[in-house]
T-cell receptor, first 114, second 118 residues
Framework: KAGVTQTPRYLIKTRGQQVTLSCSPI?????VSWYQQTPGQGLQFLFE???????NKGNFPGRFSGRQFSNSRSEMNVSTLELGDSALYLC?????????????FGQGTRLTVV | AQTVTQSQPEMSVQEAETVTLSCTYD???????LFWYKQPPSRQMILVIR??????QNATENRFSVNFQKAAKSFSLKISDSQLGDAAMYFC???????????????FGKGTHLIIQP
C-alpha cells in the first residue's frame, strides 16, 4: 500500500510570504503529525491532527497552523515566513493516537526561505 | 517535559562489526514508549525498533537490539553484523503512554550519524 506522501518535495519562498504544505497519510490512518527538522534544533513537534481536530500543538508561534480534512489528508500553513523557517518539514501518519502506535513518515518537504 | 539526549554526534564502524549507539532520556512518567528511527539520505524516517517501558525484556529486531535500563533512563541500540545499508542518521525518540500519546508527540534526540567503513 502507498506510503505517506508529502507535496511539494522542495519549495523556495521569500520572507514575508506564506506557504502551504500537504500530507496524504497511509490509507486508513486517522492521525497525522507534523515535525520541523533543522540542523540547529533537530526534530521538533509542530502539531497533531486526529479526526479533523487539532489534538496537540508544539511550542511554535501562531504563524504555524494546520488542518485535517475528512479524508485524513492534512495541510500545514506558515504565514509571514522568516529565514529561520527554512527547514525540512516531516509529516507522520498513524493508525490511531496511542503512544506506542507506529508513526510512518513521509520524505518531507524541504522549505527554503530567502 | 521530557528530554532525549544522544551524546555521540557521529560513530564509525567496520562492515560486519557491531556498534552501539547511546541514548539517555529524562521523564517523570512511569509509562512510555521508546523508539529508534533511522533516517537515510532519502530523508524518510524509518522505525527500527520500539520498546515499551513496562516491559523489562529488551526488544530485538533481527540484527538490531536494545539495552533498556529504566532506572538509569538509558536506551542504547546495538547493531550487529553492520551492513553498508545501515549507514544513516539514527534518532532516539520518546513518547508518553498517556491517553492519546501525551501532548508532545514524539520527542527526538539530536541524532547520531552512523558511518559504515567497507
Amino acid at each position: 500500500k502507498a506510503g505517506v506522501t508529502q507535496t511539494p518535495r522542495y519549495l523556495i519562498k521569500t520572507r514575508g510570504q506564506q506557504v502551504t504544505l500537504s500530507c496524504s497519510p497511509i490509507s486508513g490512518h486517522r492521525s497525522v503529525s507534523w515535525y520541523q527538522q533543522t540542523p540547529g534544533q533537530g526534530l521538533q513537534f509542530l502539531f497533531e491532527y486526529f479526526s479533523e481536530t487539532q489534538r496537540n500543538k508544539g511550542n511554535f508561534p501562531g504563524r504555524f497552523s494546520g488542518r485535517q480534512f475528512s479524508n485524513s489528508r492534512s495541510e500545514m500553513n506558515v504565514s509571514t515566513l522568516e529565514l529561520g523557517d527554512s527547514a525540512l518539514y516531516l509529516c507522520a501518519s498513524s493508525l490511531d493516537r496511542g503512544g506506542g502506535t507506529e508513526a510512518f513518515f513521509g520524505q518531507g518537504t524541504r522549505l527554503t526561505v530567502v | 517535559a521530557q528530554t532525549v539526549t544522544q551524546s555521540q554526534p557521529e560513530m564509525s564502524v567496520q562492515e560486519a562489526e557491531t556498534v552501539t549507539l547511546s541514548c539517555t532520556y529524562d521523564t517523570s512518567e512511569s509509562d512510555y514508549y521508546l523508539f529508534w528511527y533511522k533516517q537515510p539520505p532519502s530523508r524518510q524516517m524509518i522505525l527500527v525498533i520500539r520498546q515499551e517501558a513496562y516491559k523489562q525484556q529488551n526488544a530485538t529486531e533481527n540484527r538490531f537490539s536494545v539495552n533498556f535500563q529504566k532506572a538509569a533512563k538509558s536506551f542504547s541500540l546495538k547493531i550487529s553484523d553492520s551492513q553498508l545499508g545501515d549507514a544513516a542518521m539514527y534518532f532516539c525518540a520518546y513518547r508518553s503512554a498517556a491517553s492519546g500519546g501525551g501532548a508532545d508527540g514524539l520527542t527526538f534526540g539530536k541524532g547520531t550519524h552512523l558511518i559504515i567503513q567497507p
